[in-house]
């Protein structure tokens, strides 16, 4: 499978990318445990308030009754009807989110009630105010409990009784709405500081591993790189200097010259382009190792040649330089001298006797004897003499 340089740089840089995604992830669900973590912390801190407002609101209808009892202003009867009212909402939104304090269900259960014999107590009171304002003072004031201050005892001692058990049901509910509300608070921190180090870790990891991927690749690269362009210095520099020396020797005559080349593939099985190129150098060095062994071979068998055509072409110039010897000779004038004066002699004999009688038969005898005759002796060449 070819994989291209374009495309393993694509995927080095993709790891951050993939990186980046999972990060955004991570953090999302990060963010989405925050969101309850920071939801449930809310509601305890919630309730826990409306627990201290619940306090604060019997409190308030108590004060107002006391005022209402003291003064028998409407202002404070209306105060105490207020603060009734806000602490009725606070029981029930308590009362709604019981599920937040596991452990103190049954304390909110009863918690409604506890309330409203409060209220009934206070309201017993602030109608003997209206009907027996005297009564409820001398009670208040002079702690009288019986004949006409009876039914203002027994109005006090109901709110009075309400209120002791509500303040144990209050300060159970306040303990576990304030433990919920700091265990929430742990858990918040909790699931921000884990939220912080995972991200912290993807981050690290990622950066890590966008080092790693980039510095393998590129080692790899280089070094793949380093070798083709090691071995292309190489051939420049040593083969390709040895077989340009050995054709100017051989340009010179020298016919000694040899060229072996000394490289070796590099043998790269990547599918990239480095691998190519790698392909390619090694075709290089296999068609300069057969360039080299054909020349080697030829001046060798050039070589081998050279003795046999010096023989030869020195047999031809002894032959072609015998003649031109052999006419400079003593015996080769002499016999010219010979033929010559036969010749002369032949010449007389034919003048006295005449013309040939037969000379068709003298032509066949004496292949030409006649026309021999009658040529003069100047007229021959000495080769022809000769022969």
């Known amino acids: 499978m070819r994989i291209p340089l374009a495309g393993q740089l694509a995927a080095a840089f993709a790891v951050p990318i993939v990186s980046l995604v999972l990060v955004t992830g991570v953090v999302s669900l990060g963010f989405s445990q925050l969101h309850a973590a920071k939801q449930e912390l809310t509601a305890k801190d919630d309730l826990r308030g409306k627990v201290h407002d619940i306090t604060l609101k019997i409190t308030e209808m108590r004060l107002g009754t006391r005022g209402y009892v003291l003064t028998a202003k409407p202002s404070f009867q209306t105060q105490r009807l207020e603060a009734m009212d806000a602490a009725r909402l606070d029981v029930a939104y308590v009362d709604a989110r019981a599920a937040l304090l596991p452990g103190v269900a049954a304390e909110i259960g009863h918690f409604p009630a506890r309330v409203e014999e409060i209220n009934i107590g206070c309201a017993g009171v602030a109608e003997l105010v209206r009907s027996d304002h005297d009564a409820v003072m001398g009670f208040y004031t002079k702690s009288y409990k019986t004949g006409r201050y009876a039914a203002a005892a027994e109005a006090f001692r109901k709110a009075s009784d309400g209120q002791k058990a509500l303040d144990p049901v209050l300060a159970t509910i306040d303990d576990a709405a304030t433990s919920a509300a700091d265990a929430a608070s742990v858990a918040f921190d909790a699931t921000l500081t884990r939220l912080s180090f995972i991200m912290l870790g993807v981050t690290l990891a990622t950066i890590a591993v966008t080092v790693a991927l980039t510095v393998l690749l590129s080692r790899r690269m280089s070094k793949r790189l380093g070798r083709v362009s090691n071995a292309l210095a ?85 032959a072609s330089a015998w003649p031109r010897e052999a006419r400079k000779s003593p015996f080769r004038r002499s016999a010219s001298g010979r033929a010559e004066g036969i010749w002369r002699s032949a010449s007389n004999a034919f003048a006295a006797r005449g013309s040939c009688a037969d000379h068709r038969r003298c032509s066949v005898a004496g292949s030409g004897s006649c026309h021999l005759a009658a040529a003069p002796p100047q007229a021959r060449s000495p080769s022809t003499s000769t022969r």
């Open 234 to 318: 190489q051939m420049v520099e040593e083969d390709f200097t040895d077989l340009h020396d050995a054709l100017v020797r051989l340009a010179k005559g020298d016919l000694r010259a040899s060229f072996h080349s000394k490289r070796t593939p590099l043998g790269d099985r990547g599918s990239d382009e480095i691998a190519d190129v790698a392909r390619s150098y090694d075709a290089l060095v296999a068609g300069l190792a057969e360039t080299g062994e054909e020349l080697t071979a030829g001046l060798a068998n050039l070589r081998k040649l050279i003795p046999g055509i010096a023989m030869t072409s020195k047999s031809r110039a002894a």
